[in-house]
């Protein structure tokens, strides 16, 4: 006789939904199912202007780009979206960006606390729990600082609709809100379909969206950090290895785009050419800060030479800073490999980074996270190449632009078919959520060896 085994409803929820044990699912799980919400709900009558059903593909392109805080379109956001499908994709960039944020803040603090680290973020206390207390500070923080940039940002923006482009009462103000919102959280998405073109060379809407997408895009640890060291007239000394890291790298690629698109492009009738010098520096610096990973353009990306678009695509590639709102591989990973390196070069046994040793682990999941981003990038571009048959530098473009979840593009989302924005979208979703949780999935799953094996080294090179 067989014995019925009974399951019951907790063990079939518990089958379905992530296991604690791996947080790193839960961030999956999460997106995942906000981005199922809002491709149901842009797929509605009421959230197109024509009051039509949107195709499922659109939807779902929409969605994932607004999630993923990328900024990528296949549809105008103004022109095919009512006023209730714009508020969805608005709901959709402030649920990707405060996730996002929290979500790697939490895991973040979580390894942190596994690895028996101090933890200089929240609490100067060293425990190997995460108590409720530091996670409850964690997304009060993210949630206060979040809401404060994008007020500030969006007060500003607001005024400058309202009196500079008579764009009066709730229409002004609305402007505001939503570029702001879409600016601190680097989604890239606009409510005009030349993006900011038209106010290349107004600075009162130019330098706030500016500011935003680099408070968003360093991060909340690194900005909690500074924050909180500026307010007891600390110095930086004091600061933890990762924001001294982040900030030093961040600043030194954004010159390093500043001005090697400044310089590109500075004769370029299609972009620069036709500006001031005044106009050309303040339109050079944006685009040299965007690709981190705003999505904004002030200019016709299109237009740009194929050397500006190779170094907006290393720029997208990295990305910003780790737990942000910015994506790539994070400007951490790329800082550490160049220690590497340099540590190798001169024969040192172990890698210094900053006056601190760098621990092996953390090199093997800085080399994983940057080579397996380099495969999805690699992979994608010959996937698309095949489907469409455009060009490589507006193929790679698009493919290096979803993956590090920039929104840039030279023009070619709308034209390119279905199957390739299958895998735009698969991009998009692997670049917002594969470094943190493969990251996250490593520092976790660290264990020790029993044993090893006999040493021997082929030969390299």
């Known amino acids: 006789m067989v014995k019925r085994s009974r399951i019951n409803s907790k063990e079939i929820v518990g089958r379905l939904l992530p296991s604690p044990r791996h947080p790193a699912r839960l961030v999956v799980f999460g997106f995942g199912a906000a981005t199922l919400a809002g491709t149901l709900l842009l797929m509605l009558p009421v959230a197109a202007e024509s009051r039509t059903v949107t195709a499922p593909i659109t939807a779902l392109f929409t969605a994932v780009s607004a999630v993923c805080v990328t900024g990528l379109v296949v549809v105008d956001t103004e022109s095919h979206w009512s006023l209730f499908g714009e508020l969805v994709v608005l709901g959709l960039i402030q649920i990707g960006g405060l996730g996002i944020m929290t979500l790697a803040s939490l895991l973040g603090l979580l390894v942190a606390r596994r690895m028996g680290l101090r933890m200089q973020l929240i609490a100067q206390s060293e425990t190997k729990t995460l108590r409720l207390g530091e996670s409850r500070r964690v997304v ?244 698309l190449l095949t489907i469409t048959g455009m060009d490589l530098d507006a193929v790679l473009f698009e493919v290096v632009s979803a993956f590090g979840t920039v929104g840039l593009s030279t023009g070619i989302t709308a034209d390119i078919p279905d199957p390739g924005l299958i895998v735009l979208i698969a991009l998009m979703f692997l670049g917002r959520l594969g470094p943190i949780t493969l990251a996250t999935a490593l520092a976790l799953r660290e264990r020790g060896r029993r044993y090893e094996l006999p040493e021997e080294r082929p030969i390299v090179g």
Do not use: C
Not at 150 to 170: C, H, K, M, N, P
Not at 200 to 226: H, N, R
Not at 310 to 335: P, R
């Open 140 to 383: 009060i923080g993210v949630i206060r600082m979040s809401l404060a940039v994008e007020a500030v940002t969006a007060l500003i923006l607001s005024l400058r609709f309202v009196f500079g482009y008579d764009q009066g009462g709730w229409r002004g103000v609305y402007l505001g809100v939503f570029h702001a919102i879409s600016a601190y959280n680097n989604a890239g998405f606009g409510l005009y379909q030349d993006s900011l073109v038209g106010f290349a060379t107004d600075p009162w809407i130019i330098v706030p969206i500016t500011a935003a997408l680099v408070i968003g895009g360093l991060g909340f640890p690194v900005v909690f950090e500074v924050t909180r060291s500026l307010r007891r007239r600390g110095r930086h000394r004091h600061w933890s290895l990762h924001t001294r890291l982040t900030l030093i790298t961040y600043f030194a690629l954004g010159v390093v785009g500043i001005v090697a698109v400044t310089a590109f492009e500075w004769s370029n009738p299609g972009t620069l050419g036709p500006l001031g010098a005044v106009h050309k520096l303040l339109v050079g610096g944006f685009h040299g800060l965007s690709p981190r990973t705003a999505g904004f353009n002030s200019v016709d990306v299109g237009a740009m030479h194929s050397s500006t678009l190779l170094v907006n695509d290393v720029l997208m590639f990295i990305g910003g800073g780790s737990a942000g709102t910015a994506g790539g591989i994070k400007v951490t990973t790329f800082a550490l490999l160049a220690f590497v390196i340099v540590a190798e070069v001169r024969g040192e046994p172990t890698v210094h980074v900053l006056d601190r040793r760098l621990a092996a682990p953390v090199q093997r999941q800085a080399i994983t996270v940057a080579l397996l981003g380099v495969g999805a990038v690699v992979v994608g571009t010959l996937t």
